[in-house]
């Protein structure tokens, strides 16, 4: 007896199978939402991406197979210092200050920046745009006929027809032609099938209609247009003056910026018409001129995030930190309006003792919208006609218009519920007592409260018209009752401190004045307190600045092999196409972005436990009731200049063909870049009651800046962690009063070589690779005797060497290729499942 295909149905019908196969299809699909990181991509540093856990239960993870060790290195209050690796690597990650792979983070917290910065209040935000002129010029020539009329029954038939010449200047001459047949048969019965053909393909629209009385809403109707390469478009049904329509939409693309644009347009049609014996015909010749061009190309605009946009509309041509999934344009079509999202920022914490994921909360509704570009008012409209008559033999008509218009873009707040909810959100106590309406909360894992909401119905009193209905200002339902932070029970408290405040701290100019930066404004986030359960208070008053993030994209000239294999990179002159006068491609595109300084990470700089006091008022000193740890920090590198990509040569730039229309259109690739400038801070000095240990670092030879905003390699380079000496505050005060040598409690020396991923461009010595650490000794009282620990690490053979073009659409490093697809057209990885999962490692 064959059981396999019970088998099989029984495994098939399983719960548990099908619950494990979603997991491991949720596992696969998530890598792809993460964004792949290149060299020098900023603004962001290698040192923050990880932290040290206190505890490693396993070496390898069972759900990805990444390979993950620790090495205790020293503790200091309990906190520990470990040196980690993670076998996650990518062609396009940036070793840290210990190698590739390896992570000594002392603690931070690192902002995941989503749309604009959330403490953005008033920064103006910069873009420059170019795009070629729109030109349609349309010639249209047609002609009615009407036969068999019955003047008393209204029965008869008509046949038009017309064909149409278009030039538009991006998309050259297209040619479409129109049939249409009309029936009108008596009682009101009217039947038409029209035709139409052009670069859309054919469409058919046949239409029934039946009105038991000639002018009155009172019958049936029913039409539908079909397309030969969409199917179905459109479906209407009517009766007795309802009527309902089924639409097959588009893709809703995503606009680019909203640049005001004018648009001119001119008409001019000529119309003859008569009747001979039983034919009424109508004769009739259009012509028609349009033109849209950008008003201007230079924008700058205030920009608010998270924290500030409470009260703002973009009525004033405010930017605001919110966006919209699947954003068109509204018309009747549209059964759905875009969803809106706000954006605010993802704050991570890591330190050795926890780690923690928090984001701003609002306590009420917002009304958001794009910023406001051009008043409404400016709009010229001519229109003007004459028509003789020649008896029924002829009569001469024609038609001239001239319209000069703008696009614009303006908060819609004249409904009445949206006119309420505005004027509800810009109330004086909102403006008078900002962050009142905002809390943060980890978004790791929900926690319980024992207080209960308020759980009673409430009654809403609805006023207004026919055309929209609000709520009345019940006290009950509207009074300002905005949630205290501190009633939401969290494991760990998370407190944003403003520049502003943070300047008025007593010990501001002994802890937090020497990380100040005069580009960071006072309402912009200068340090963040976070208190755990257990007690302990960790401050990150340490902000590191970019100053400066600009994205660019633009038209280059065609790259002749493109088609077959696209370059990774191509070649442009900054003066012509990276410029607002571009003249390549089909729309002679330029597009820049520049967003202004804030702070990318916070560095932890003190700890202190739950039983500390301040005595003295001089900040944590020996003197003090408590432990602390206290973290000092060195800026090795001011504005620091990061770009994607990174080039070795200059003038070089990401290269996309843009591959919807490559082969039909060889002239609109793009190219793009991203660049930017931020400091570059590492510790130097961690202190406790009785202990202190000291960062050597040094620059290293890979991991260079770029040279300026259009490539190159710049003059300073990162710097790696040469060693770290740890000694007891007494012997070390001791010993450098009486002049003697100091004699360490431990030293920790690490020893490096460039082997791993050999011939990256930000590279000193083209023949060499990444920062690859070999060697880690820990040596106790300066003694080469009294040795403790020696590790030394070798590397899989698997060792290729840097090309961003073998890079798979999930990051990881890919040689293969299949006969006649390129990375662009196939961007995967073979079935070859083993191939290369050892590489760097």
């Known amino acids: 007896m064959n059981t396999t295909r019970g088998y099989i149905i029984v495994f098939r019908k399983a719960v548990n199978v099908k619950i494990i196969s979603l997991c491991l299809i949720i596992i696969f699909i998530l890598p792809m939402s993460i964004p792949i990181q290149a060299l020098t991509n900023g603004p962001t540093q290698p040192e923050s991406q990880g ?100 003047p008393n029954a209204g029965g008869g038939s008509a046949l038009s027809s017309s064909i149409t010449f278009i030039y538009n200047n991006y998309t050259g001459i297209s040619i479409s032609q129109n049939r249409t047949f009309g029936f009108n048969f008596p009682n009101n019965i009217k039947a038409n099938l029209g035709f139409s053909t052009g670069d859309g393909g054919l469409s058919i629209s046949p239409n029934f209609s039946f009105n038991k009385k000639e002018g009155k809403n009172n019958g049936l109707g029913i039409g539908m247009t079909f397309n030969s390469l969409k199917g179905v478009q459109e479906m209407n049904f009517s009766y007795k003056g309802l009527s309902s329509s089924i639409t097959n939409n588009e893709l809703c693309l995503s606009p680019e910026s909203h640049f005001p644009t004018m648009n001119t347009s001119f008409s001019f049609e000529p119309q003859i018409g008569g009747t001979v014996l039983a034919l009424d015909y109508d004769i009739f010749f259009n ?62 914490v890591n330190t050795a003792l926890f780690s923690d994921n928090f984001r701003a909360f609002q306590n009420s509704a917002t009304v958001v919208s794009d910023a406001a570009s051009i008043s409404p008012s400016t709009q010229t409209n001519v229109d003007a006609g004459i028509e003789i008559g020649m008896g029924n033999l002829a009569d001469i008509g024609l038609n001239f218009a001239l319209n000069l218009s703008y696009n614009y873009i303006n908060p819609w707040i004249n409904a009445p519920f949206l006119y309420f909810l505005s004027q509800s959100q810009s109330n004086s106590f909102a403006k008078t007592t900002p962050f009142k309406n905002i809390y943060f909360k980890s978004i790791n894992s929900p926690s319980a409260s024992p207080i209960s909401p ?3 119905a409430q009654k809403f009193s609805l006023g207004g018209n026919n055309f929209g209905y609000t709520c009345n200002n019940n006290s009950s ?10 009633s939401v029970r969290e494991e760990n408290v998370f407190l944003p401190v403003i520049k502003s405040q943070l300047q008025q701290h007593p010990l501001y100019h002994l802890l937090y004045q020497q990380y100040e930066s005069p580009e960071q404004k006072s309402e912009h986030i200068a340090a963040i307190k976070i208190h755990n359960s257990e007690g302990k208070t960790f401050i990150f008053g340490c ?3 970019n100053y400066l993030q600009k994205e660019v994209s633009f038209n280059v000239e065609n790259n002749q092999n493109s088609n077959f294999n696209p370059p990774a990179l191509i070649a442009y002159n900054p003066s012509i196409e990276a410029t607002t006068t571009n003249t390549k491609g ?43 740890i206290t973290f000092s920090y060195a800026k090795k590198i001011s504005k620091y200049k990061w770009r994607t990509p990174y080039t070795e040569q200059t003038n070089k730039a990401s290269y996309n063909p843009n591959f919807a229309t490559l082969f039909s259109n060889s002239s609109d690739d793009i190219a793009s870049y991203t660049y930017g400038e931020k400091d570059i801070w590492y510790v130097d000095t961690v202190r406790s009651k009785h202990q202190m240990a000291i960062f050597y670092t040094s620059p290293r030879d890979d991991a260079y800046e770029a040279q300026s905003e259009h490539g190159g390699k710049g003059n300073s380079s990162m710097h790696k962690l040469d060693s770290i000496i740890v000694y007891t505050v007494h012997n070390y005060y001791q010993s450098l009063n009486a002049g003697t040598n100091i004699i360490p409690e431990q030293k920790i020396v690490f020893n490096y070589t460039y082997d791993l991923c050999k011939g990256v461009y930000n590279q000193s010595n ?4 990444k920062l690859t650490l070999t060697e880690v000794i820990i040596t106790d009282n300066n003694s080469e005797i009294n040795q403790k620990h020696s590790y030394k690490f070798e590397y899989n053979g698997d060792n290729p060497d840097y090309n961003p073009e073998q890079i798979d659409r999930w990051g990881n490093y890919n040689n293969t290729s299949i006969t006649g697809m390129n990375r662009f057209n ?15 490692r």
């Open 543 to 545: 902000p590191t600045i």
């Open 454 to 456: 308020n759980n009673n």
């Open 586 to 628: 089909i729309m002679n595109h330029f597009y820049s972005k520049t967003i202004p300084a804030y702070a990318y990470s916070y560095l932890l700089t003190e700890l202190y436990n739950e039983e500390y006091s301040d005595l003295t008022g001089d900040g944590p000193s020996p003197d003090d009731a408590g432990d602390y």
């Open 766 to 769: 083209i023949n060499a690779g």
């Open 287 to 348: 012509a028609t001129y349009n033109i849209q061009r950008l008003k201007f190309k230079h924008l700058e605009s205030p920009s608010y995030g998270f924290l500030y946009m409470y009260g703002k509309t973009g009525g004033n041509g405010e930017l605001l930190d919110f966006a919209r999934e699947k954003d068109n344009s509204y018309n009747p079509g549209n059964p759905y309006l875009p969803q809106t999202l706000l954006q605010p920022d993802v704050f991570s």
């Open 477 to 486: 339902i509207f009074a300002n009752k905005y949630q205290n932070i501190f």
């Open 826 to 840: 196939f961007p995967y990885t073979t079935a070859n499942d083993n191939n290369h999962s050892s590489a760097w």
């Open 51 to 150: 932290f040290s856990a206190m505890q490693q239960e396993t070496h390898v993870d069972l759900t990805t197979g990444s390979f993950s060790y620790m090495i205790p290195l020293f503790s200091m209050n309990d906190y520990p210092f470990n040196l980690s690796y993670n076998s996650d690597i990518t062609m396009e990650e940036e070793a840290s200050w210990v190698g590739l792979g390896w992570n000594l983070n002392t603690g931070n917290i690192s902002r995941n920046m989503r749309g604009l910065p959330d403490d953005f209040k008033d920064d103006i935000i910069v873009e420059e745009k170019n795009q070629k002129r729109n030109v349609n010029i349309g010639i249209t020539a047609g002609s009615t006929f009407e036969i068999f009329t019955i």
